[in-house]
């Protein structure tokens, strides 16, 4: 079964802040088997607090969730999440994807 490890048990959900913008449109056109693409994009990460995950020091909002549970559907998992933080920074501007991921842009 997926996820009995207790270590990966959180994930945190991010909006990524306008700083970074070749970073996450070079990250999401990179494979990360063959490449650390913290090292390759100069990405400065922190841990929010409660948890190690580390995320991007710039992002507009983290939201720390823990695994509730999941269930076998079908031929894959859905899995539940409680939220249990939600971080944000007025100072960043936030980043979304247009036009099927193939462009970025703020989101005013």
Known sequence: MPWED???N???LTI?????ADAVMGCGTTTGRDTDKIAQFHMEMLPPEGTDIR???HRRVAIVCK???Y?????HYLYLWDVEWV??????EALFAWNGYAQLRLAK
């Open 71 to 75: 269930r076998e559907v079908g031929d």
């Open 6 to 8: 207790p270590f990966h």
């Open 55 to 57: 995320v991007s020091a």
């Open 67 to 69: 695994m509730k549970e």
């Open 10 to 12: 959180k994930v945190v």
């Open 16 to 20: 990524p802040g306008a700083a970074i």
């Open 87 to 92: 971080y944000g920074n007025e100072a960043e």
